[in-house]
Each structure stands twice: as C-alpha cells, then as structure tokens.
Antibody, heavy 121, light 107 residues
Framework: EVQLQQSGPEVGRPGSSVKISCKAS????????MNWVKQSPGQGLEWIGW????????DYAEKFKKKATLTADTSSSTAYIQLSSLTSEDTATYFC??????????????WGQGVMVTVSS | DIQMTQSPASLSASLGETVTIECLAS??????LAWYQQKPGKSPQLLIY???SLNDGVPSRFSGSGSGTQYSLKINSLQSEDVSIYFC?????????FGGGTKLELK
C-alpha cells in the first residue's frame, strides 16, 4: 500500500525557516516524481514544485523559487521541503503528493496527510 | 499560467440527487483535466484524470466529461459520504493549476 507519511505541525517565527519531511513507502521511491502543494487556510491549492528523487532534479513554480527548496534522501525514501524567510503568507498546510506516472505535467495520485505550518512571533 | 475557474463555489443538494460541477480553463487544455475530492480535514484524493477516466476504486456514480476549455464532474445518486470540496486541476501546461474549489453540502 502506497503511503506518504509527513512530519508534524510546525511553528516558525517571521524570518526563520522550517523543514518538513515526507516518508514514502509501498513503492520504489526513485520511480516517481514527488510534488509539494500548498493550501492556505480556507483557500485553494497551489503547486510549489517537484523533485525527481532518482536524479535530484527539481522544478519550481515561479512564485516559490526563492521560498522553497526541495531535496530527497533515497536511502530513507524521504522527500523534504524547506521554507525560508517565513512571513504570515506562508501560514498554510503543505502536502507532498506523488506524481501520476504517465503525465508530463503532474497530476497527483497519492497525497500525504499534510503539515500545518504556522508563522507567528 | 492557465487559470481554472470552477462553478458554483458552493452547492447544496439532497441525498439521491444528481449534481454537476463545472470547470472552465482560460485556454484549451486538450482534456488534460483531473478532479479531486477533499473531505473535511483530509488530503485531496484523485477521482478522475484525462477528463473522463475514473481512478481505481472510485465509485461509478462519479463521471467526468468535457473538452477544450469546458469540463464537468457529475455525481449521480448523491451519498452522504460525498460531502466534500471538489477541485479541478489542469495538467496540460506547467505550472499545474487548480480551480478554486466547490464545496458540496447536504440539503
């Protein structure tokens, strides 16, 4: 059974950074691109970017190029997102989501449970 | 970026009813359209991809249709467990973009 287990809720001060993990199981981690999606409170969904765990290659939405850094550790089948220079705009739930393998532009067949990030002084 | 506009933003329907949710793309996305269901407090779940292909395990009362810029999700015989927010997403051009969501409630 495919599972994406994310780390727990985070509270960060304005200007600081947080790092969230997403541990994959039930499939070969390097066979699928991992994506990250942001959901602001009561709002819709925004794609942040993806990482190919096999090669370490990444792609980001323009809006998140200076905000997010995606990494992956193949030895533990874990993907990470680091969010830097936190502001109130970063308060949201962050999901990891596996890419459906047959598409060039991703759609998402499995999702983590989400991590709530709260930016507060 | 391709803009995705969903309507209605919210919808109230009775058990057993048929409901339809619409999604309009700002340009032709050639059926590269997915629908997701997000139950309260949960992560989104893929229902339909390529506009009309049902994902594994999704009940057959869900169906998708459309082409070009206009797409729709239909739920036949509404069940209580269908109370959710529904999102469309285009995967034709990067970045992938989502509609604003349709909140479905029971009347």
């Amino acid at each position: 059974e495919v599972q994406l287990q994310q780390s727990g809720p985070e509270v960060g001060r304005p200007g600081s950074s947080v790092k969230i993990s997403c541990k994959a199981s039930g499939y070969t981690f390097t066979d699928y691109v991992m994506n990250w999606v942001k959901q602001s409170p009561g709002q819709g969904l925004e794609w942040i970017g993806w990482i190919d765990p096999e090669y370490g290659s990444t792609d980001y939405a323009e809006k998140f190029k200076k905000k997010a850094t995606l990494t992956a550790d193949t030895s533990s089948s874990t993907a990470y997102i680091q969010l830097s220079s936190l502001t109130s705009e970063d308060t949201a739930t962050y999901f990891c989501a596996r890419a459906f393998i047959t598409t060039v532009v991703p759609l998402f067949d499995y999702w983590g449970q989400g991590v709530m990030v709260t930016v507060s002084s | 970026d391709i803009q995705m506009t969903q309507s209605p933003a919210s919808l109230s329907a009775s058990l057993g009813e048929t409901v339809t949710i619409e999604c309009l793309a700002s340009e032709d996305i050639y059926s590269n359209l997915a629908w997701y269901q997000q139950k309260p407090g949960k992560s989104p779940q893929l229902l339909i991809y390529y506009a009309n292909s049902l994902n594994d395990g999704v009940p057959s009362r869900f169906s998708g249709s459309g082409s070009g810029t206009q797409y729709s999700l239909k739920i036949n015989s509404l069940q209580s467990e269908d109370v959710s927010i529904y999102f469309c997403q285009q995967n034709y051009d990067s970045p992938p973009t989502f509609g604003g969501g349709t909140k479905l409630e029971l009347k």
